[in-house]
């Protein structure tokens, strides 16, 4: 199952009729300001494709770019099931404007949780599946002959029994003409006839990277555009007292200083960026910081070591008698683990285009939630969203910063201030590292029995944390498939002044940390190999017979039970073990580290070498992955996602940190904020273990949860110290190579 | 603080310019001239998207006021080759580096300029000369093989 089904026919025509064309929109597209005809003979067939009389199929995508190989991969999906020639095949992004008009016909636009594929596979496959048969029956008519006499390849239609063919640029204007075959009508190819999918074709956007043409939200130009830099409230939830704006009018080249709605932040307008950030520089703000200025990080950390008393909000799981178990445990442990908030650090800062005319808007944003981002420009403008043109640009980074609409508002805000003239709002750096929507800090303590034979018989999880969001305090916590008979997880949760958000890796990131670095303590603490206890406690035939899933209520998931899900992941624990010479001696002052990751149907597995200089520096020499998402849509893109997993886990395991100072943000920029550099970056080696089961995995996250306790652990068996709080460089140990410990 | 008049060569071409001495070279580029292939990360020379060359040696461009650029010979992304077929922009695709991309234009002048002082760096070398620039997709790895794969073919 997927959210985005495909639609019948009744449903398209029912949403075509919206869409104000009544019938098929053949050679039309809709434009901003309005609706033009494709350049030259250009037919539009079923929505998805455009075709040119030279046979170039350009495919529309629907989830948005950013650095992840969607656009590629979507078109893969498309194009295997259309039969495409891939070297004439050209990609664009969905006009927002036409999803919505058109009763969201392109499915899913939010571009988030490492769900690309997994929930557009099925509607792409079946509309390019869709398509072929129109390109067919379009022949078939044409020719004079049974559609089971044509066969479908390479953009071209061919009588097998007369060698007469017909390419899909000529049969593009007959075929938009044929009736939308009902998607239960159509068959799909059985993955051994896949070409495209499972290619690692190059990705369509990289050419454009290398030149300097990409367009970023932050290079858009529109004529006759002003530049805005802005004052945020330095206290989450402050207000504007007062400004001295005379003191920004008279510089060169500004315009306007425009106070937002909220009061939460002034902006100033000028020709120049640079001359608006240096105007906003120059003015005096005095803000009313609320009742928040005196919290910091202390305060915070105090309040979840409070979650450990007392009743929890919420229990998670409670399997058997966790405290039966406890009691008549033959040895029992104790620790706690902290994890603290954590900005995305895109390196695109925040940013958003906006123009606000009597009667419409029109808003360039680089955006991972485009339909939200329209309610958001739609409601800042004072207008209804139909009023409204989004174009969403090439994305300097996401990582889940961009599922926020903040700097959209705000763009929208004070293009609506200046009626009639563009506006381009840029945040600073120092505004994009103080004003995020944080991954939130957390606090864990595990409490676990063994029996006399180093079994373990108890598990508790109590978590501790600021935040109220289950995606990001649960996920990962309540959904291990150990055989563990007796577990209880459950859930302080406390709401905090600081904003939070998704980030890459969400609540796994955090309690990947925390169960995988106690189950190695688990086993130092039975004398087990650590590969040897989670491959015991992964054993299909003991796995319990109800695990919770990482899925919100309502969510439509695969029904994956839990002794396949604990047979996958004991598959790519048992890879990673082989691939990596998982026992195999190493030198002194050097050590392996393991954990594994279910995330979404996906499976994962991670075994970190690091080395110990025995002075309190480390180098991490080599990761080895292996992973299980089911099927591979482009191969050398997916071991690029894992590369970059491993990249951004090692910065969150090593580096990150934010912390709060009298309300505020501590770190600014990232001399306070250091991420991982070329030097640290270690060997990857990146195996696959796909089950080709229904049930599409992902790709861009779980191994940023894995590494990080892989790390930690490996840095345990090297003879340093057990890391129980992140980042490791305020332990005593630190990155060969890297930066200063702060 | 008036605007200056500053005389560069800018891609190969002479460009006059009018602006605050102190103006930074990065906002010259990108709001007065148009050239937005050279990216705002950081503002303090800590990232290096903003990478450029100055008289063919790499400068952080968002810390160089333009004044100091007077004179001088100024290339950016858009000016290290004609069609976008430098050895390193054809190793960059060849190894498939970009995800979000908003870093490489400073990655492939900052290796372009070592390239050309040192068309065979080791391995270290590389390292050495690359830590200057963030790439937070990860993209590491890949900028390596790139590097070693363009001067190769150098």
Known sequence: ?742 | MGDQVIRLTLNGSPVVVEAPGDMPLLWVLRDKLGLTGTKYGCGMGTCGVCTVHIDGSAAFSCLTPVAAAAGREVTTIEGLSPEGEHPLQRAWIAEQVPQCGYCQSGQIMRAAALLARNGTPTREEIIEEMQANLCRCGTYLRIVRAIERAGEEM
């Open chain 1, 1 to 742: 199952m997927t959210d985005s089904m495909p639609i019948s026919r009744r449903t398209f025509i029912a949403s075509a009729a919206l869409a104000a064309g009544g019938a098929l929109a053949i050679g039309l597209r809709y434009m901003p300001w309005g609706r033009m005809a494709e350049p030259s003979g250009s037919v539009e067939v079923f929505n998805w494709i455009v075709v040119a009389p030279d046979d170039t199929i350009t495919i529309r995508i629907a989830q948005m770019e950013m650095g992840q190989g969607t656009m590629t991969a979507m078109a893969q999906l498309l194009a295997e099931e259309l039969e495409a020639d891939w070297s004439k095949v050209k990609t664009e992004l969905i006009s927002i404007a036409t999803h919505l008009r058109r009763g969201r016909i392109y499915g899913r636009t939010t571009t988030a949780g490492s769900e690309g594929v997994s929930r557009s596979q099925m509607l792409l496959r079946t509309s390019g599946a869709q398509i072929r048969t129109m390109f067919v029956r379009a022949a078939a008519k044409r020719l004079g002959v049974n559609e089971s006499e044509l066969v479908a390849k390479n953009s071209v239609v061919t009588h097998t029994s007369t060698g007469r063919r017909l390419t899909y640029g000529e049969l593009a204007a007959d075929a938009a003409d044929v009736p939308v075959p009902d998607p239960d009508s159509v068959e799909l190819k059985d993955p051994s006839e896949w070409r495209t999918i499972g290619a690692s074709v190059d990705r369509v956007d990289l050419p454009g990277k290398v030149d300097g043409s990409a367009t970023y939200g932050i290079d858009v130009e529109v004529p006759g555009m002003k530049h805005a830099a802005i004052a945020m409230s330095p206290v989450f939830g402050g207000r504007l007292v007062a400004h001295d704006a005379q003191a920004a009018l008279g510089r060169p080249g500004v315009q306007r200083v425009v106070v937002l709605p909220d009061a939460g932040a002034v902006a100033v307008v000028a020709d120049e960026w640079w001359q608006a950030r240096s105007a906003i520089d120059a003015m005096k703000v005095i803000w009313d910081e609320g009742t928040w200025a005196s919290v910091d990080s202390a305060a915070i950390r105090a309040g979840l070591m409070e979650g450990f008393e007392g009743p929890p909000d919420r229990s998670l799981r409670n399997d058997g008698d966790v405290e039966g178990a406890i009691a008549s445990a033959a040895r029992t442990l104790e620790a706690d683990y902290f994890t603290p908030y954590l900005e995305h650090a895109a390196l695109e800062p925040m940013n958003c285009t906006a123009l606000v005319t009597r009667r419409r808007f029109e808003v360039w944003a680089p955006t991972q939630v485009p339909e939200f981002a329209m309610e958001t420009a739609a409601e800042a403008a004072g207008m209804a969203a139909g009023r409204g043109i989004l174009h969403v640009t090439q994305i300097g980074g996401g990582f889940g910063r961009r599922q926020e609409t903040d700097f959209v508002a705000q763009a929208v805000q004070i293009a609506r201030a200046m009626r009639g003239t563009p506006v381009k709002l840029l945040w600073s750096r120092e505004d994009t590292m103080q004003h995020g929507f944080y991954r939130p800090a957390s606090l864990s303590r595990i409490r676990a029995a063994l029996d006399g034979e180093g079994n373990i018989t108890a598990w508790w999880h109590r978590i501790a944390a600021p935040s109220t969001d289950e995606v990001r305090n649960r996920f990962g916590s309540d959904s291990l498939l150990y055989a563990i008979p007796n577990m209880r997880v459950e859930l302080v949760s406390r709401s905090s002044h600081v904003p939070e958000g998704q980030m890459r890796g969400v609540g796994f990131s955090i309690h990947g940390f925390v169960t995988q670095s106690a189950l190695d303590e688990l086993a130092r603490a039975a004398g087990r190999d650590p590969y040897e206890l989670q491959r015991t406690l992964l054993d299909p035939e003991k796995t319990p017979a109800i695990v919770p899933t990482a899925t919100l209520e309502g969510q439509i998931t695969h029904d994956l039970r839990p002794r396949e899900r604990a047979a996958r992941l004991r598959a790519v624990l048992d890879e990673v073990a082989g691939k990596s010479g998982w026992g195999s001696p190493l030198g002194p002052g050097r050590g392996r580290g393991l954990a594994v990751q279910e995330q979404a149907d996906a499976f994962y597995a991670v075994v970190v070498e690091v080395t110990l200089d025995g002075k309190g520096w480390f180098r991490v020499d080599r990761v080895v992955v292996a992973g299980d998402p089911s099927f591979l849509v482009n191969p050398r893109n997916a071991e690029a996602q894992v590369e970059g997993s491993v990249a951004f886990g090692l910065t969150s395991a090593m580096y990150g940190e934010i912390t709060i100072d009298r309300g505020r943000v501590a770190q600014s920029n990232f001399h306070d904020y250091p991420m991982l550099r070329i030097r640290e970056m270690p060997k990857v080696e990146t195996h696959w273990v796909l089950s080709r089961q229904p049930g599409w995995g992902g790709v861009g996250e779980p191994v940023v949860s894995a590494v990080i306790p892989a790390l930690t652990n490996a840095i345990y068996d090297a003879g340093g110290p057990r890391i129980r709080s992140l980042p490791i460089r305020n332990h005593e140990i630190s990155v060969e190579g890297g930066r200063a410990r702060g």
